[in-house]
C-alpha cells in the first residue's frame, strides 16, 4: 500500500477543533492542491473565503439570521455558535463559467474535488478538518451576506484547526455493500475481492 492509500484510509472527519488554526503558509499551500482538482477545459469554477476571528462571531449571526421566527432563543444561540466550533473556517464556492462543453454540473463537481483535496492537504499537514453544509449552506440570506454572484453556490464550510481530542474510529461498510459490477444494461453482479 502506498503512502497515499495508507493516509486515505486513515483520514477521517474531525469535529473537535481548537486553535491554533493553520498558518498561513500552510493554508497557501492546501489552497494549491485544491487548484490540482479535475477542471475540464480549465475553467477554475471555484473560488474560496478564508474566515477567521472576529469574522466567525459575524458568520454566527448571519446564520442566526436563518433562523425561522418561530426559531428558540437555543436555536438562535446554536446557529450563532456554529462558526466557533473552530479558529477557522473556509467556504468553498462552486463559480461556474459560462462554457459550451463543459455543463454546470460538472463544474461544481470540480468545485467540490477541490474542497476535498484542499481538506486533505489540511489533514496532512497535521490540521483537522470537518466539512459542513447543512441548510445555512443554500440560504440565501447567508448567500447574500458571504458575497456570492448569480449562479454561484457553497459547496461546504471547511472547518479547521488544531484536534483537541481524538474521536472513536468509524466502522466502514465493506465494499460489496456499495459497489456493484455492471454486466450489461440492467444487469448488476455483486463486487467481489
Given at each position: 500500500m502506498s503512502s497515499i492509500t495508507e493516509f486515505l484510509m486513515?483520514?477521517?472527519?474531525?469535529?473537535?477543533?481548537?486553535?491554533?488554526?493553520?498558518?498561513?503558509?500552510?493554508?497557501?499551500?492546501a489552497f494549491?492542491?485544491?487548484?490540482?482538482?479535475?477542471?475540464?477545459?480549465?475553467?477554475?469554477?471555484?473560488?474560496?473565503?478564508?474566515?477567521?476571528?472576529?469574522?466567525?462571531?459575524?458568520?454566527?449571526?448571519l446564520f442566526a439570521d436563518?433562523?425561522?421566527?418561530?426559531?428558540?432563543e437555543q436555536d438562535q444561540e446554536r446557529a450563532r455558535k456554529a462558526p466557533l466550533r473552530a479558529p477557522m473556517v473556509i467556504v468553498g464556492i462552486a463559480s461556474p463559467k459560462p462554457h459550451t462543453k463543459v455543463p454546470d454540473i460538472e463544474q461544481v463537481m470540480s468545485a467540490a474535488a477541490g474542497m476535498s483535496f484542499l481538506s486533505l492537504a489540511l489533514a496532512d499537514a497535521g490540521y483537522g478538518v470537518m466539512w459542513r453544509?447543512?441548510?445555512?449552506?443554500y440560504h440565501p440570506l447567508v448567500?447574500?451576506?458571504?458575497?456570492?454572484?448569480?449562479?454561484e453556490s457553497v459547496v461546504g464550510f471547511l472547518y479547521t484547526g488544531t484536534v483537541s481530542s481524538e474521536k472513536p474510529a468509524v466502522p466502514r461498510?465493506?465494499?460489496?455493500?456499495?459497489?456493484?459490477e455492471w454486466t450489461g444494461p440492467g444487469q448488476f453482479r455483486t463486487w467481489a475481492v
Amino acid at each position: 500500500m502506498s503512502s497515499i492509500t495508507e493516509f486515505l484510509m486513515g483520514r477521517s472527519s474531525e469535529p473537535r477543533l481548537e486553535a491554533p488554526a493553520p498558518p498561513r503558509a500552510v493554508v497557501d499551500l492546501a489552497f494549491k492542491c485544491a487548484a490540482r482538482a479535475p477542471d475540464h477545459a480549465l475553467l477554475r469554477p471555484w473560488r474560496y473565503l478564508v474566515i477567521e476571528g472576529d469574522a466567525l462571531v459575524k458568520l454566527g449571526h448571519l446564520f442566526a439570521d436563518t433562523c425561522p421566527e418561530n426559531a428558540t432563543e437555543q436555536d438562535q444561540e446554536r446557529a450563532r455558535k456554529a462558526p466557533l466550533r473552530a479558529p477557522m473556517v473556509i467556504v468553498g464556492i462552486a463559480s461556474p463559467k459560462p462554457h459550451t462543453k463543459v455543463p454546470d454540473i460538472e463544474q461544481v463537481m470540480s468545485a467540490a474535488a477541490g474542497m476535498s483535496f484542499l481538506s486533505l492537504a489540511l489533514a496532512d499537514a497535521g490540521y483537522g478538518v470537518m466539512w459542513r453544509t447543512g441548510a445555512v449552506a443554500y440560504h440565501p440570506l447567508v448567500l447574500e451576506g458571504l458575497g456570492l454572484l448569480e449562479g454561484e453556490s457553497v459547496v461546504g464550510f471547511l472547518y479547521t484547526g488544531t484536534v483537541s481530542s481524538e474521536k472513536p474510529a468509524v466502522p466502514r461498510p465493506p465494499c460489496s455493500e456499495y459497489v456493484k459490477e455492471w454486466t450489461g444494461p440492467g444487469q448488476f453482479r455483486t463486487w467481489a475481492v
